[in-house]
C-alpha cells in the first residue's frame, strides 16, 4: 500500500543501547524528515534529508545518525540511548513544497 | 534566529468560527503550512501558503501577510471532531531547514 510507515511502532531499551528505527515511504517523495515531538516543544527537527546520500542536520541532531542509501528509506539510529531520547519519533516525507506527510509514528521509552 | 509564536490553547464553541494566529521571525522562508494533530495521532497537513493572501479549503481556511510576518488558521462551523493541537510551520529560504510552532490546543464546547 502506498505511504509511510514507521517500524517499531513501540519500543523500550536501556541507557546506552544502539537503537535504529525505520521509515519508508512508496510516493518517491525526494525530502524525508526525522522530528521528535515532546511535550512542551512541540515539534523538532533532527535531521532531513532532500535526496538519497543527501542528509543535513536539524535543530537537534545530536546523539543521532541517518543514512539515506535509497531514496525510499531513512533510518534514524540513536547511536548511545539516553533518557532524555523518550520521545514520539516522527519521520515524513514531502516534495519541495510545504505539504509533508508523517508516519504513525515511534514511541521510544529510554530507561 | 527563526520563531513562531502560537497560543497555547484555545476554546470554541460548536459551530462557531476560530482562528488560530500564527507570528514568526525569520528572514525569509517559502510558505506557511499548518498541520493538525488529534492525540495519540500523527500530524497531518492542512494547507499551504506560499504567497499573500487567503487560501480555502472546505471548512479550513489560511492567511498569509509577510510584511506583517503574521499569518492563521480559520475554522468554520466547528465540529467536535476539529478538537485536537494545530500547528504552524515554515521553511526557511537559507538553509531549508523547517521550524514548527509548539502548537495550539483547540478546545470545542458543545
Known amino acids: 500500500d502506498a505511504g509511510i510507515t514507521q517500524s517499531p511502532r513501540y519500543k523500550i531499551t536501556e541507557t546506552g543501547r544502539q537503537v535504529t528505527l525505520m521509515c519508508h515511504q512508496t510516493?518517491?517523495?525526494?525530502?524525508m524528515f526525522w522530528y521528535r515531538q515532546d511535550l512542551g516543544h512541540g515539534l523538532r527537527l533532527i535531521y532531513y534529508?532532500?535526496?538519497?546520500?543527501?542528509?543535513d542536520k536539524g535543530e537537534v541532531p545530536d546523539g543521532y545518525v541517518v543514512s539515506r542509501s535509497k531514496t525510499e528509506n531513512f533510518p534514524l539510529t540513536l547511536e548511545s540511548a539516553t533518557r532524555s531520547q523518550t520521545s514520539v519519533y516522527f519521520c515524513?516525507?514531502?516534495?519541495?513544497?510545504?505539504?509533508?506527510?508523517f508516519g504513525p509514528g515511534t514511541r521510544l521509552t529510554v530507561l | 534566529g527563526q520563531s513562531l509564536e502560537q497560543p497555547s490553547e484555545v476554546t470554541a464553541v460548536e459551530g462557531a468560527i476560530v482562528q488560530i494566529n500564527c507570528t514568526y521571525q525569520?528572514?525569509?522562508?517559502?510558505?506557511l503550512s499548518w498541520y493538525q494533530q488529534h492525540d495519540g495521532g500523527a500530524p497531518t497537513f492542512l494547507s499551504y501558503?506560499?504567497?499573500?493572501g487567503l487560501e480555502e479549503t472546505g471548512r479550513f481556511s489560511s492567511f498569509l501577510s509577510r510584511s506583517d510576518s503574521y499569518g492563521y488558521l480559520l475554522l468554520q462551523e466547528l465540529q467536535m471532531k476539529d478538537s485536537a493541537s494545530y500547528f504552524c510551520?515554515?521553511?526557511?529560504?537559507?538553509?531549508?531547514?523547517?521550524?514548527f510552532g509548539k502548537g495550539t490546543r483547540l478546545h470545542i464546547l458543545p
Open positions: 515524513a516525507s514531502g516534495r519541495r513544497s510545504g505539504e509533508q506527510f
Open positions: 510516493w518517491s517523495h525526494s525530502y
Open positions: 534529508s532532500a535526496a538519497a546520500d543527501i542528509t
Open positions: 525569520t528572514s525569509g522562508f517559502y510558505g
Open positions: 501558503n506560499a504567497l499573500d
Open positions: 510551520a515554515v521553511r526557511d529560504l537559507k538553509d531549508d531547514k523547517i521550524i
